[in-house]
């Protein structure tokens, strides 16, 4: 089955953001910029994006909501070799565990790669996170689970959750409090019940405020629900947090959840051309009800 460009999501390598896009067997990144214009139409419809860098051997259709964009099958086999499934129990590289800050009192606990490095915590759209220790996979899953029940703090967080604190976030003091105050409370389980083999890492706190767009872009009140057959999206670029775009447009600023568009073959459009064919919105700042289109 033959396909246009098809958007593989937003990595965050560095500081800026990129979306991946695949076409067969070709590759290209877009690096984002704010201030830029961004427009596309979907076409046709929603296709499986494979696992493990392996195409859908069924090209299966998917469901247009999901964040996943993948068949029950293609779902099985990327889980069945992800940490998070715990089946890699002889990993031998370095892990790292990390506390990560969304909003007030919306606090994680995880663990990444250590080669990695931040790249995780950007692409979960943390705003303000630190490391709390390294050593072997094994000691870093014990550690998440020690410190999750003695701090109270979940391993997920829903971007439900994050989308609707994020444009009511407080000045950088206030939101490194927290983390610097829950890190204290982590180094004083050393001796018990944290694993001797995980190397407790010193306190230093990284804001993403800055890099995200964050402080200085207007409140998101708006969110993209589903692509459509046809259905255009087009704004400027104003923020951007793990896997979400800010874009305004006439209407105020809409957020775009990548993994939405992953799977859907997207054509170009210029945003100051862009004809009336939206798609369906969300309301994010009053409780999740329909807004209408975009």
């Known amino acids: 089955m033959a396909f246009g460009w098809r958007c593989t999501g937003v990595a ?10 695949s076409k067969g067997a070709e590759r290209r990144v877009s690096t984002l910029a704010y201030g830029a214009g961004l427009g596309f139409r979907a076409v046709g419809e929603r296709h499986c994006v494979g696992a493990r860098g392996n195409v859908c051997p069924l090209g299966a259709v998917v469901s247009v909501r999901s964040t996943g964009a993948r068949c029950p099958e293609c779902a099985r086999l990327d889980r069945a070799h992800s940490v998070a499934a715990d089946t890699l129990l002889d990993d031998p590289r370095t892990y790292r565990v990390y506390l990560a800050w969304f909003g007030p009192g919306l606090v994680k ?24 220790g390294r050593g072997p996979l094994m000691a870093a899953r014990r550690t998440e689970e020690v410190l999750r029940a003695a701090l109270g703090v979940p391993d997920r967080i829903p971007y439900a959750r994050k989308r609707a604190v994020r444009g009511q976030l ?3 003091h206030e939101r490194l409090a927290e983390v610097v105050e829950l890190y204290g409370r982590a180094a004083e389980l050393e001796g018990r019940g944290w694993p001797e083999s995980l190397e407790r890492l010193p306190l230093d706190v990284v804001d993403h405020g800055g890099i995200f767009g964050l402080d200085r872009a207007p409140r998101a009140t ?17 923020a951007a947090a793990g896997p979400d775009l800010h874009l305004a447009e006439g209407g105020g600023v809409v957020v775009l959840d990548t993994r939405l568009i992953t799977g859907w073959e ?9 004809d009336d064919v939206r798609v369906p919105l969300i309301d994010i700042a009053g409780g999740g009800v329909q807004g209408g289109l975009f």
């Open 12 to 21: 965050w390598p560095g500081d800026v953001p990129r979306l991946g896009w």
């Open 222 to 238: 708006r969110s993209v629900r589903e692509l459509v057959d046809k259905g255009v999206v087009v704004g400027e670029l104003v």
């Open 109 to 132: 606990v995880g663990i990444t790669r250590e080669e990695r490095g931040a790249a995780r915590l950007r692409e979960q759209g943390a705003v303000v996170f630190s490391w709390l």
């Open 266 to 274: 997207l054509a170009a459009v210029d945003p100051a051309a862009a």
């Open 170 to 172: 407080p000045g950088e």
